[in-house]
């Protein structure tokens, strides 16, 4: 193996698609994987390429972890998790030499708010489940709703609702303030979670589709397959808005064919690790400057099929 790789480390290394980045990318890059809890990173990563880090709420999460990335010399960061990224962008000349492989600033401000996402798409004419501030009224909206919070990931604290006299039982039953969750119509149909990729000047790189088959909080089920509505709908969110970087559309194609966005994840997710199976390398526009448009000919068809592994530690 040559000495020369290029080093990345990745935060939520506990991440389900994790070990199989680890598994296909070993040879070409030297790979650390850090968490908040190192146990939870899959035995099969050597434990020299485990680390700890604090929660990127602690004080202490941006110094430690731009600590490691100087003493491990790592020359690209792969954050993991949405309440990392705008503390990582903001201090960001703390990393120094590290590369950052994340789309800007104002587009991660923008999309973490899954509200002011929706209404940004709306306002450039991207289809959209309409979507209210949940302390306003929800007279326009047809039932089923779903009610979430305008933060946060994964499919935590997501409540459905099916008739409109319903909702204020909902609404007075949950804890804070009303205008951090929003209602938003439920649309029915297919879901995707479409991976992205484009390099640090912006120019797009690829488009992969991939449709969810089956989630247990994240996604166990998926299969890669080529979507034309959706692959212009996605060059249609790239066009207007310019991300940079890598991110994450989540999104619901209707039997109708009708392709409406309901969340946009500004990092790479669990099945991220599919782009890599799929034969494209993304992290090598950032290593080696990289920008030219380098689209794959065609998607592949490519299936993912998660397994639990039973591992037991000493307890602590």
Known sequence: MSENRFKILFTAGGS??????????????????ADMDPQRISPSIPATHRFQIPAATSEDFVPMLSQLCGQLGVDLLVPGVDEELLQIWRAKEMFGA?????????????????????RIF???????????????SADGLEFPVLVKPRWGRGSRDIYRVTTREKLPFLLNALDGDLSRWLVQECIVGKEYTVQIVAAADSSLQVILPIHAREKRGSTTVAAMHSDLEIERYCEDIHRHLDPQGCYNVQLIKSADGRVRCFEVNPRISTTFCMVIRAGFD??????????????LGTVPDIRLVRHWINEFVEAD
């Not at 070990?19 to 994987?33: H, N, S, T």
């Not at 789309?103 to 002011?116: I, N």
């Not at 993304?282 to 689209?295: D, L, M, T, V």
């Open 282 to 295: 993304p992290f090598k526009f950032f290593c080696e400057g990289i920008s030219a448009e380098n689209r």
């Open 98 to 118: 590290t590369r950052l492989f994340m789309p800007k600033a104002s587009f991660v401000e923008e999309m973490t708010d899954k509200l002011q996402m929706n």
């Open 122 to 136: 709306s306002s450039l004419g991207l289809d959209v489940p309409r979507a209210v501030r949940a302390d306003d």
């Open 16 to 33: 389900p698609g994790q070990e199989a980045l680890y598994r296909d990318l070993q040879d070409q890059y030297v790979m650390f994987f």
